[in-house]
Structure formats: structure tokens, C-alpha cells
Nanobody
Framework: QVQLVESGGGLVQPGESLRLSCVSS????????MAWYRQAPGQQRMLVAS???????DYADSAKGRFTIIRDNAKNTVYLQMNNLRPDDTAAYYC?????WGRGTQVTVSS
């Protein structure tokens, strides 16, 4: 059973930053694509960022220029660095390897 465990969410003010972490039990993490999704209340889950085994990142338009997906192969961990957060970034954020899902971590952006 593959486990993906997210952490790093919290309550921040607009303009602040957060870094989410996702540790995978599936090894090595460098062998497969990883992604971050988010789901706000009443909305569908949407892809925020992804990274291929070769390290090529891709971002939703809403994340471009503010979010960075980073993979640390030594720690079998993928990160989502989120800068200049906005209230509409408020959501539960989920890590996925396209076959498995984590339980999510809540990000709330509010003044």
C-alpha cells in the first residue's frame, strides 16, 4: 500500500508563503510523475502543479510565477513552494502520483 503524506499547510495572510511537503512510500520517487492538486469547498479538485520523472514541471495558469514544484530524490519527497498567496488559493491541497492520493493538507489565506 503506497502512502503519500502531506504536511505544511496552515493559515497565512495574503502575500505570505508556505511550503507543502509530500513524502511518498513508493520508491524511488524519481521514477514517476508527481503532482499537487487542490480542492476548494464546493469546487472540483484541480491540478496545480506536476513534475515528470525527468524533472520537467508544469503549472496551472493560476500557479505560474508564484508556485514551484520541487522534488528531493534523496528524501523521496516532493514540495510545493507557494509564494505571494492569495485568498483564492484557499483549499485542501493533495499530493498524488496519479495512482495514489494523500489525505490532504489545508491551506487558508485570509487577513
Amino acid at each position: 500500500q503506497v502512502q503519500l503524506v502531506e504536511s505544511g499547510g496552515g493559515l497565512v495572510q495574503p502575500g505570505e508563503s508556505l511550503r507543502l511537503s509530500c513524502v511518498s512510500s513508493r520508491r524511488p520517487i524519481s521514477s514517476y510523475s508527481m503532482a499537487w492538486y487542490r480542492q476548494a469547498p464546493g469546487q472540483q479538485r484541480m491540478l496545480v502543479a506536476s513534475i515528470t520523472p525527468g524533472g520537467r514541471p508544469d503549472y496551472a495558469d493560476s500557479a505560474k510565477g508564484r508556485f514551484t514544484i520541487i522534488r528531493d530524490n534523496a528524501k523521496n519527497t516532493v514540495y510545493l513552494q507557494m509564494n505571494n498567496l492569495r485568498p483564492d488559493d484557499t483549499a485542501a491541497y493533495y499530493c498524488s502520483d496519479y495512482a495514489n492520493w494523500g489525505r490532504g493538507t489545508q491551506v487558508t489565506v485570509s487577513s
